[in-house]
């Protein structure tokens, strides 16, 4: 089966969808509020009709508030996972507002791949601690590129800060107690990669996503400091950080 063959069948890709948001906001409970202030500061600094990269789109989470929020805005998806990318195609299949991408974010020649050169809002989640720092510097150097002059990046991610352990290993222990708690009935990540894995749409693009990554790539997770002194070396003329919680950090970064 090809995967243009995925995108027509007909899965349920909106059960699909729903069920990767419960898995995600598992970890994270607080991630739509992540999504809206993200949304409040695109339309804050680049208006209601953005040209969009979501970088690392995964099933298309970010594009699909964009969307419901903004319909006249159009979007870029771009990632490597072939379930997660059949679950975006077969979700926004004959929206022409939305093309996706697959490439490899640590390609040094990724960005040929987009349909444009330039974004006014280039928007990730919960993926780039996916990259080691290296990798990540030179990503936000692209990144730079692609963001028109007045556009903005952002990123909403894990950010930890090495210089207060104790404060970390507490916040860390009562999430996950938290997390504990709130278990019943919902999947894990290891746990929603079996169900694709058994689904008879989604088995071929899963075999090949754990051939790529295996369960979940190594990365860091430096703290917002760094992802804005970074952003501000690659070219961008302000960073900081538009939202956080004790664990994680919404960094933007105005071209
Ligand atoms: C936890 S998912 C988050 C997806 C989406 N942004 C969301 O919030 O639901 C992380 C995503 O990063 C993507 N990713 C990680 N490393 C990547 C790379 N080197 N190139 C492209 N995508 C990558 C994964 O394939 C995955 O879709």
Redesign the pocket.
Known sequence: MTDTDITTIGADWAAWQQS??RQ?EWYMPD?EER?RIMLDMVEALVGPAPRVL?????????TARLFARFPKATSTG????PA??AIAEGTFAGDDRVTFVT?????PE?QAKLPYDSYDAVL?????H??HSE?LAALYGQVAELVRDGGVFMN?DHMIDDSTPRINAAERALRHARMDQAKSGVLD?AEWWQLAAEDPVLAGPTAR?FE??GEH?D?DTPPAEWHARVLREKGFGEARPVWCSPSDTLLLALK
Request: glycine share 8%.
């Open positions: 990767w948001d995600q991630r999504f979501d970088l690392a789109c995964g099933t298309g989470s970010i771009v990632d490597l996972d997660l990318l490439a490899d974010l640590k390609d990724w990730t989640a919960t993926a780039l996916w990259l990798p909403a990540w996503r790529i990554y790539a990365g």
